[in-house]
């Protein structure tokens, strides 16, 4: 394909609809970037060519004004894909072939977008630098000895590199926002229901969500117009009416309040990053949005409820990897129950462990109230918190991550220092709510940082509109990092 | 409020979960398992007298879809992925229950 220009979704769905260009012709581009980069960053764990260029062919002769015409998507790879192997990153589904489609993926399809393949990520999503991958860590386009960010990592760098214009995440804790900050790219996590989980591999069932990596905020908002929506293979997926999302993006934000909470940034956030927030707030001053400052007084918990609340899930969610029905089963074993501990000690990785472990014991006899049903209750404080400030603002804006990313290799020793920097990022999954990171500006050494605004439940075309009205005054998204290959 | 996670703990932790953890791993769990709840105990000190648990944050109810037969794996897909799968009796074999 000759038209390098071509970044965007929308972009492309243009050029694709209007004869321009052919999807056949995109899906080549995709496929040749793919395989001079991935290599080096380790953003797919597999590809599906031929099944892309049968898509393509046939959205070039029969869908070219689809919604999403020829454009291509890389898949986080713990969403179920047919025909197309699915690990969660984890050895005990090595070699998992899903027999159905992740409703996300018919809809996707439905749309005319092509799937590109598979893309890394931490083991069953959980982590915040792909480095619990069982098969290596995703690097970052902007320095390759630098964490990709996590989970949804791979999608990341997938979107940043230029290997897909669009990617499927899952967001539990700020496993889409934190690696788009972190990589110089958007992402958003739904409101909890918006988008159908059918086909996700649970790690938090009361958390999870699945959302889009995107070069901008329009394209996210594309995408979600695709995704959300009732589903009858989800009971939890909502009833809300789906609107058109693209048709908020006013560029305005004349009017708008944003809250600020100061106190969250008082410590531990580093000055590159708070530089660039507190820049992108003169921004939005400039522009007629008004600022004010907020509290969320039980914010300072969120960590550690969620951390008990998570993990209480995961330990039953992961019950189901037994070696039975699918995946890896531990040789030479001589009874039921025996199969079922070598199969899950070898086909688990040390988070994995970890996590189930904490959450066994914090469900456990003796210390359900102490943890889990008290992690609950902190969590409906948290939920208040946000409801009180959604009595005085629009949205809140705080950044992504307190900070830029940091070396592979650096925290793998000390698991509680790598939950602390979920920090900005968790309370929107505890309260089920809307947010969107955009990026707004890089360190002095050119690694990205990221913007947070989080919405009122259903309220994405706010949090798309503030981010596309951001995104057309800095240029920020469209900064691409040097990715030799 | 927590005492410290013994090692007693993580052997019975791992017997629920059914996970067989090395030495090396055990010794692992029981100082990190011990630093996150350590500083999981701050929420602890929440007065939460009177607030209700949060178990989900659905706005709605969830609704059932119909209760109506409808298309679903064949038999043979279903045994696809299994490491022991018997395509003949159409069973996954796993071996013996009682030892």
Same mark, same amino acid.
Not at chain 1, 136 to 154: D, K, L, M, Q, V
């Given at each position: 394909m000759?038209?390098?220009?071509?970044?965007?979704?929308?972009?492309i769905?243009?050029?694709v609809?209007?004869?321009?260009?052919s999807a056949v012709e995109v899906v080549q581009a995709a496929f040749a970037r793919i395989d001079?980069?991935?290599?080096?960053?380790?953003?797919f764990?597999a590809v599906a060519a031929e099944r892309a260029l049968e898509r393509a062919r046939t959205i070039d002769?029969?869908h070219?004004?689809?919604?999403l015409a020829g454009v291509p998507v890389a898949i986080?790879?713990?969403?179920?894909t047919r025909g197309i192997?699915?690990?969660?990153?984890?050895?005990?589904?090595?070699?998992?072939?899903?027999?159905?489609d992740?409703?996300?993926i018919?809809?996707l399809e439905?749309?005319g977008a092509i799937i590109l393949g598979k893309t890394?990520?931490?083991?069953?999503?959980?982590?915040?630098?792909?480095?619990?991958?069982?098969?290596?860590?995703?690097?970052?386009?902007?320095?390759?000895?630098?964490?990709?960010?996590?989970?949804?990592?791979?999608?990341?760098?997938a979107?940043?590199?230029?290997m897909a214009p669009l990617a499927?995440?899952?967001?539990?804790?700020?496993?889409?926002?934190?690696?788009?900050?972190?990589?110089?790219?958007?992402?958003?996590?739904?409101?909890?229901?918006?988008?159908?989980?059918?086909?996700?591999?649970?790690?938090?069932?009361?958390?999870?969500?699945?959302?889009?990596?995107?070069?901008?905020?329009?394209?996210? !908002?594309? %995408?979600? @117009?695709? +995704? #959300?929506?009732? =589903?009858?293979?989800?009971?939890?997926?909502?009833?809300?009416? *789906?609107? $058109?999302?693209?048709?908020?993006?006013?560029?305005?934000?004349?009017?708008?309040?944003?809250?600020?909470?100061?106190?969250?940034?008082?410590?531990?956030?580093?000055?590159?990053?708070?530089?660039?927030?507190?820049?992108?707030?003169?921004?939005?001053?400039?522009?007629?949005?008004?600022?004010?400052?907020?509290?969320?007084?039980?914010?300072?918990?969120?960590?550690?409820?969620?951390?008990?609340?998570?993990? !209480?899930? %995961?330990? @039953?969610? +992961? #019950?189901?990897? =037994?070696?039975?029905?699918?995946?890896?089963?531990?040789?030479? *074993?001589? $009874?039921?129950?025996?199969?079922?501990?070598?199969?899950?000690?070898?086909?688990?990785?040390?988070?994995?462990?970890?996590?189930?472990?904490?959450?066994?014991?914090?469900?456990?006899?003796?210390?359900?109230?102490?943890?889990?049903?008290?992690?609950?209750?902190?969590?409906?404080?948290?939920?208040?918190?946000?409801?009180?400030?959604?009595?005085?603002?629009?949205?809140?804006?705080?950044?992504?991550?307190?900070?830029? %990313?940091?070396?592979?290799?650096?925290?793998?020793?000390?698991?509680?220092?790598?939950?602390?920097?979920?920090?900005?990022?968790?309370?929107?999954?505890?309260?089920?709510?809307?947010?969107?990171?955009?990026?707004?500006?890089?360190?002095?050494?050119?690694?990205?940082?990221?913007?947070?605004?989080?919405?009122?439940?259903?309220?994405?075309?706010?949090?798309?509109?503030?981010?596309?009205?951001?995104?057309?005054?800095?240029?920020?998204?469209?900064?691409?990092?040097?990715?030799?290959? | 409020?927590?005492?410290?996670?013994?090692?007693?703990?993580?052997?019975?932790?791992?017997?629920?979960?059914?996970?067989?953890?090395?030495?090396?791993?055990?010794?692992?769990?029981?100082?990190?398992?011990?630093?996150?709840?350590?500083?999981?105990?701050?929420?602890?000190?929440?007065?939460?007298?009177?607030?209700?648990?949060?178990?989900?944050?659905?706005?709605?109810?969830?609704?059932?879809?119909?209760?109506?037969?409808?298309?679903?794996?064949?038999?043979?897909?279903?045994?696809?992925?299994?490491?022991?799968?018997?395509?003949?009796?159409?069973?996954?074999?796993?071996?013996?229950?009682?030892?």
């Amino acid at each position: 394909m000759s038209d390098t220009a071509l970044t965007t979704a929308r972009d492309i769905r243009d050029a694709v609809s209007s004869g321009r260009v052919s999807a056949v012709e995109v899906v080549q581009a995709a496929f040749a970037r793919i395989d001079s980069t991935n290599a080096s960053l380790n953003a797919f764990l597999a590809v599906a060519a031929e099944r892309a260029l049968e898509r393509a062919r046939t959205i070039d002769r029969e869908h070219r004004k689809a919604p999403l015409a020829g454009v291509p998507v890389a898949i986080k790879d713990n969403i179920c894909t047919r025909g197309i192997q699915t690990t969660a990153a984890s050895r005990i589904l090595k070699n998992f072939v899903p027999p159905y489609d992740a409703t996300v993926i018919s809809r996707l399809e439905s749309a005319g977008a092509i799937i590109l393949g598979k893309t890394n990520c931490d083991e069953f999503a959980m982590g915040s630098s792909t480095e619990n991958s069982a098969f290596g860590p995703s690097r970052n386009p902007w320095n390759p000895e630098y964490i990709s960010g996590g989970s949804s990592g791979g999608s990341a760098v997938a979107v940043a590199s230029g290997m897909a214009p669009l990617a499927l995440g899952s967001d539990t804790g700020g496993s889409i926002r934190q690696p788009a900050s972190l990589c110089g790219v958007t992402g958003l996590k739904p409101t909890y229901g918006r988008v159908p989980r059918f086909g996700l591999i649970a790690f938090a069932s009361s958390l999870d969500q699945i959302g889009p990596l995107a070069r901008t905020a329009h394209d996210a !908002a594309i %995408a979600l @117009s695709v +995704l #959300a929506g009732a =589903d009858p293979l989800d009971a939890t997926a909502a009833q809300e009416p *789906v609107p $058109d999302y693209a048709s908020a993006l006013t560029g305005e934000v004349r009017g708008l309040r944003l809250g600020v909470p100061r106190r969250m940034l008082e410590q531990g956030v580093d000055d590159s990053v708070l530089g660039c927030f507190y820049h992108a707030l003169e921004v939005f001053r400039a522009r007629g949005a008004e600022l004010i400052d907020i509290e969320l007084p039980h914010a300072k918990y969120a960590i550690a409820t969620y951390y008990i609340v998570a993990t !209480a899930e %995961a330990s @039953s969610n +992961l #019950a189901r990897f =037994d070696g039975v029905r699918y995946g890896y089963r531990a040789a030479g *074993v001589r $009874d039921l129950k025996e199969m079922y501990e070598k199969t899950r000690s070898e086909g688990f990785g040390p988070e994995v462990k970890r996590r189930i472990m904490l959450g066994t014991y914090v469900l456990s006899a003796g210390y359900y109230d102490a943890y889990y049903l008290k992690a609950q209750r902190v969590r409906t404080l948290i939920r208040r918190d946000y409801e009180q400030a959604f009595q005085k603002v629009d949205a809140v804006v705080m950044p992504t991550s307190p900070t830029p %990313a940091f070396k592979i290799g650096e925290r793998v020793e000390d698991p509680l220092q790598l939950y602390l920097t979920d920090i900005f990022t968790v309370s929107a999954n505890l309260a089920g709510l809307p947010a969107l990171s955009v990026p707004c500006g890089l360190t002095p050494n050119r690694l990205p940082i990221g913007l947070q605004m989080t919405g009122r439940p259903f309220d994405e075309p706010t949090l798309l509109r503030i981010g596309d009205a951001y995104e057309r005054d800095t240029k920020w998204w469209a900064e691409m990092p040097n990715v030799s290959g | 409020m927590a005492e410290r996670l013994t090692r007693k703990d993580v052997d019975r932790i791992a017997t629920l979960a059914r996970l067989e953890l090395s030495d090396a791993e055990k010794d692992l769990f029981v100082r990190q398992l011990t630093e996150v709840l350590e500083y999981a105990d701050q929420i602890q000190a929440i007065d939460t007298t009177n607030v209700p648990p949060t178990s989900h944050v659905l706005s709605s109810t969830p609704v059932d879809r119909a209760d109506e037969p409808r298309p679903c794996l064949t038999n043979a897909e279903a045994l696809a992925n299994a490491p022991d799968g018997s395509p003949q009796t159409g069973l996954f074999r796993v071996p013996r229950v009682i030892g």
